[in-house]
């Protein structure tokens, strides 16, 4: 006789079997978990290294400048490396718009002296500048003198006292460009323009109207502001390109000018050229000079990089000649469109050496003088926007320095970080380098202008 085996063990082993399914089933979800975990810390772990890297390439980038610009003599470095440049397994371009054209990407140390100083500027030439507008240029010389009287259309610290946040006018100097946006009736329109990532060129957000920020013409052209043309760093040594003093042709001590115009002119022309000396001071600048005593060209240009009418030792807001773009040069008091041709064909030959003499050659003898106070042939300043990738494209930083050369080594003295603006150079760059592909010559080949 058969007896049936007893349901306990058949229900014992059922609940086994179900605690055992439970159990894969939360073994296998806590692998999942720790597995989803583990890919996460992964890929953070390398996304921080990435952003590590390319913070280590942006360091290398200004070390790499400060090397480039160590000794420099008041001339723009050549041969500068600017286009994909590899630092480990890294790279950098430092990004520097070309004003006259906006559809393409250039590459460039930027000279500051090539700028209006904001800090020097009287505001005739800040209201050539584009898009300034006469009510901001008031305000922007109130913001730095230290006087508190309010000029026409100014504004001095009763007007910043009454806003929500309120705050003195400052008084002083600009200390970086940006302070700018502190200043009555200034914005970011204005300074930036329609540039809103100030990569240089005019991309596909910044070229449709309203349908995207920033609002913009949508009329092919890049409206800049006036961010690219101004400055608050610009100075230079008052000493000759060697580093020697400087004679003043204004000091009555006249000794160290006379031993200069012998070796310069014969001893016929020496003793009348000594009398208009004394008969022409003061003089308003080395141009005034050479157009008052007579001198030729070919013996003025030899000394006039040793010639200065102030005993200062610094000298503030310059611009340099050679580099200075059309937009700033119109901001010069006299000048005209055919001027500014003028000086722009005429520099192309010339050689930084020759120093500010030849535009005595080139404009009325007026028009010259008018513009001696304002320009140089030397830059010591330059600024660089310097971006910069991990090699494998995962992580890029964006800054922006300004360096000091009148020293050695040369001084950071300005840097900002500008990676919140977003990738500023060909997308195709960082796809490339994700898929672990290198660079071609697309990419990396070109240097500074």
Not at 83 to 111: K, S
Not at 167 to 183: A, R
Not at 311 to 335: A, H, K
Not at 350 to 358: E, H, K, L, P
């Amino acid at each position: 006789m058969n007896h049936p085996l007893p349901k306990t063990r058949d229900a014992r082993a059922g609940t086994v079997l179900i605690v055992t399914m439970w159990i894969v089933l939360v073994v296998a979800g806590l692998t999942l978990v720790f597995t989803r975990s583990a890919r996460v810390e992964a890929l953070a772990s390398a996304n921080h290294v990435a952003a590590l890297q390319a913070s280590a390439v942006a360091d290398g980038a200004v070390q790499y400048l400060v090397g480039v610009l160590d000794g420099a003599d008041g001339s723009m470095p050549e041969d500068v490396l600017c286009q994909a440049v590899g630092v480990g397994e890294g790279y950098f371009w430092i990004l520097g718009p070309r004003l006259e054209e906006d559809d393409t990407y250039t590459f460039r140390l930027v000279d500051e002296a090539s700028k209006m100083n904001l800090n020097s500027a009287d505001v005739d030439a800040l209201l050539g500048l584009p898009d300034m507008t006469a009510e901001l240029a008031a305000a922007l010389k109130d913001w730095r003198d230290q006087d508190g009287e309010v000029s026409e259309g100014g504004a001095e610290s009763e007007y910043y006292l009454l806003l929500p946040e309120p705050y003195l006018c400052k008084d002083d100097q600009f200390e970086t460009v940006e302070e700018v946006l502190l200043v009555k009736d200034a914005d970011l329109d204005l300074l930036y323009g329609e540039d809103e990532n100030r990569n240089g060129v005019l991309d596909e957000n910044e070229n449709d109207a309203g349908d995207s920020e920033p609002d913009d013409y949508r009329d092919g052209n890049l409206d800049r502001g006036f961010w690219e043309y101004v400055t608050v760093y610009s100075a230079e040594p008052n000493t000759s390109s060697d580093g020697e003093e400087r004679v003043n042709v204004n000091d009555a001590d006249s000794q160290a000018l006379s031993e200069l115009l012998r070796s310069a002119v014969s001893d016929d022309r020496y003793y009348s050229m000594m009398d208009l000396v004394y008969a022409g001071r003061p003089f308003s600048n080395v141009l005034d000079f050479y157009g008052s005593v007579g001198l030729t060209m070919e013996e003025f240009g030899p000394i006039a990089d040793r010639l200065t009418t102030t005993d200062d030792t610094e000298l503030v807001g310059l611009m340099n000649i050679y580099t200075v773009p059309r937009e700033v040069l119109l901001c010069l008091p006299g000048l005209d469109e055919s001027d500014v041709d003028a000086l722009l064909a005429a520099r192309q030959s010339r050689d930084t050496t020759s120093g500010i003499a030849w535009v005595a050659d080139v404009l009325d003898p007026e028009k010259a003088v008018a513009i001696g106070d304002y320009i140089t042939g030397r830059s010591y300043q330059f600024s660089a926007d310097i971006v910069s990738v991990s090699g494998d494209g995962r992580a890029y930083k964006r800054c922006r320095v300004v360096l000091d050369a009148r020293e050695s080594p040369p001084k950071v003295v300005y840097r900002r970080d500008l990676t919140h603006l977003g990738w500023p150079l060909d997308p195709e760059i960082l796809s490339t380098l994700r898929k672990g592909e290198p660079l071609d010559d697309t990419f990396t080949t070109g240097g500074g202008e």
